[in-house]
């Protein structure tokens, strides 16, 4: 499920990107560039069309990121309560942990 999501975060990022870059600012842009496909339908019907898009995969792209926050916070949630219960069953448990190694002390040095 994860990587399905992650996928389609993907598409929908280039597919955002492109729809900016196509939109046709005040000072012209890689829409100008094609300016027959825009005598077709219209300017005016050809920016709500690319404006319409835009919203539509900002919308899209928030709702596939929380998505994937709640995905992922119930695998890892459970897996990470799991880990963590091991840890600490093996600290608390005073057989299992090796004993603690003890430093070596220096000799004293005499006294004058």
């Known amino acids: 499920m994860y990587l399905v999501l992650v996928i389609l975060v993907i598409i929908?990022?280039?597919?955002?990107?492109l729809i900016v870059l196509i939109q046709n600012p005040k000072g012209g842009g890689l829409s100008s560039n094609f300016s027959s496909s825009s005598q077709l339908m219209g300017v005016q019907k050809t920016g709500d069309f690319l404006e319409k898009g835009t919203w539509i995969l900002a919308i899209s792209l928030m709702?596939?990121?929380?998505?994937?926050?709640?995905?992922?916070?119930?695998?890892?949630?459970?897996?990470?309560s799991q880990y963590n219960e091991q840890i600490n069953k093996s600290l608390k448990t005073p057989g299992s942990a090796s004993p603690q190694p003890t430093?070596?002390?220096?000799?004293?040095?005499?006294?004058?």
């Open 12 to 17: 929908v990022c280039v597919l955002l990107g």
């Open 63 to 80: 709702v596939l990121s929380l998505t994937i926050n709640v995905v992922t916070k119930d695998g890892t949630s459970k897996a990470g």
């Open 103 to 112: 430093l070596p002390t220096l000799p004293q040095a005499p006294t004058k």
